[in-house]
């Protein structure tokens, strides 16, 4: 099972970094993701510059799509060419969107009826584009989820562990990654939101 973590120039490295991280802790399971660009080389917020491991039409035959977000995603929503270069179908991925990454779904017409978690700061374009934005970390609806606040992305990627290997192999990846002497806590918390977030609003 492959997972392409979309990333944007511009983009936020916690998004993308901690997913990938995340989730190919379960390569030996046959779950890996791959940081997948529109361009060869894309650069952070932060002026990082990454060499993506896919090109963006791996998106066509990736079983998750994660959308990360960054500094640029209205440019990429206003963007019809680089649109349309996502073509997901989540009735075969899963598809999930960071903070931001919620205004590509939006503008893929794939969060129409469903909330939405996202940033503080993106937030008022989220509303604008008629959603209603949850005061929530994580929320899922079948095929769908986004996730709000950097830190988050440990959520989505609990999401789709939890989606295709099962809640232990999810609890095992967010053991081995919790702080020292917070492992309980830690696991509990994350497999909570992503619980909640998966029966909020039924």
């Known amino acids: ?108 017409g794939l969060l129409n009826g469903m909330p939405a978690c996202t940033d503080r700061t993106s937030r008022p374009f989220v509303e604008a584009r008629g959603l209603t934005v949850l005061d929530a970390p994580f929320h899922a609806e079948g095929n769908i989820a986004t996730a709000g606040g950097c830190l988050a992305s440990q959520y989505l990627a609990a999401w789709v562990i939890e989606r295709t290997l099962g809640t232990d192999a999810a609890r095992d990846v967010l053991d081995y990654v919790a702080p020292v002497g917070e492992n309980d806590e830690t696991v509990e918390r994350a497999l909570r939101a992503v619980g909640r977030g998966r029966t909020a609003l039924r």
């Open 1 to 108: 099972m492959q997972v392409a973590v979309v990333t944007f120039d511009g983009f936020n490295e916690l998004d993308s970094f901690i997913a990938s991280a995340l989730i190919n802790r379960c390569r030996k399971d046959g779950l890996e993701a791959f940081v997948t660009t529109p361009e060869p080389v894309v650069t952070s917020m932060n002026g990082v510059e990454v060499t993506g491991q896919r090109p963006m039409e791996f998106v066509t035959e990736a079983d998750v799509v994660l959308i990360g977000s960054g500094v640029r995603t209205r440019d990429v929503v206003a963007d019809d060419r680089l649109i349309s270069r996502l073509p997901l179908d989540p009735s075969r991925q899963l598809i999930g969107a960071q903070c931001s990454g919620a205004l590509v779904l939006a503008r893929l």
